[in-house]
T-cell receptor, first 113, second 116 residues
Framework: GDSVTQMEGPVTLSEEAFLTINCTYTATGYPSLFWYVQYPGEGLQLLLKATKADDKGSNKGFEATYRKETTSFHLEKGSVQVSDSAVYFCALSGSNTGNQFYFGTGTSLTVIP | GAVVSQHPSWVICKSGTSVKIECRSLDFQATTMFWYRQFPKQSLMLMATSNEGSKATYEQGVEKDKFLINHASLTLSTLTVTSAHPEDSSFYIC????????????FGPGTRLTVL
């Protein structure tokens, strides 16, 4: 079945460091891929998305490219800030999943000044 | 963008009581809504799919008599935790897709349930 495998955390970085959170997926068909962010005590917010191969999603300095050949959707940011501290979830959804989302386990990021 | 609200944002109840959580799509209609449960420091687990005008579809292992779902209108779904016990304490999140939105879903802010 469809699934998402996400880099385990927690991840601790200094401010202005480079961030990569790995995400790979298994899916039938052509799913859409998403990164959601969850701040403490809050619900999930869409960070970025990509709906087809080679699409690059970007938002707030974060980027991820839909790589069909490696079934990956790694999240990157060139210079993290303290305010980026949160839990990041990779997810997929597609026509074969009936709009259901499959989430990775989440990666906790802490950015220290 | 589309907004999904949940009410209440947190609730504390005694063991054995029932708690109702509302999920509303504020500026769009949702024939389908999803209910998730999230344990501390874990990912979201899909509990059930709520369908307007018909019965909800529950994931394997989720007790339908324990977690009652009613999709009363195109903008409202409710989750009732019946005879709650401490092990039901969790963060409950709902989501709703927008038709034609590349399967994108909008998530509610979540409801923190604590059963004493």
């Amino acid at each position: 079945g469809d699934s998402v495998t996400q880099m385990e955390g927690p991840v601790t970085l200094s401010e202005e460091a480079f961030l990569t959170i790995n995400c790979t997926y298994t899916a039938t068909g052509y799913p859409s891929l998403f990164w959601y962010v969850q701040y403490p005590g809050e619900g999930l917010q869409l960070l970025l998305k990509a709906t087809k191969a080679d699409d690059k999603g970007s938002n707030k300095g974060f980027e991820a490219t839909y790589r069909k050949e490696t079934t990956s959707f790694h999240l990157e940011k060139g210079s993290v800030q303290v305010s980026d501290s949160a839990v990041y979830f990779c997810a997929l959804s597609g026509s074969n999943t009936g709009n259901q989302f499959y989430f990775g386990t989440g990666t906790s990021l802490t950015v220290i000044p | 963008g589309a907004v999904v609200s949940q009410h209440p944002s947190w609730v504390i109840c005694k063991s054995g009581t029932s708690v109702k959580i509302e999920c509303r799509s504020l500026d769009f209609q949702a024939t389908t809504m999803f209910w998730y449960r999230q344990f501390p420091k874990q990912s979201l687990m899909l509990m059930a799919t709520s369908n307007e005008g018909s019965k909800a579809t529950y994931e394997q292992g989720v007790e339908k008599d324990k977690f009652l779902i009613n999709h009363a209108s195109l903008t409202l779904s409710t989750l009732t935790v019946t005879s709650a016990h401490p092990e039901d304490s969790s963060f409950y999140i709902c989501s709703a897709p927008i038709a034609g939105g590349y399967n994108e879903q909008f998530f509610g802010p979540g409801t923190r349930l604590t059963v004493l």
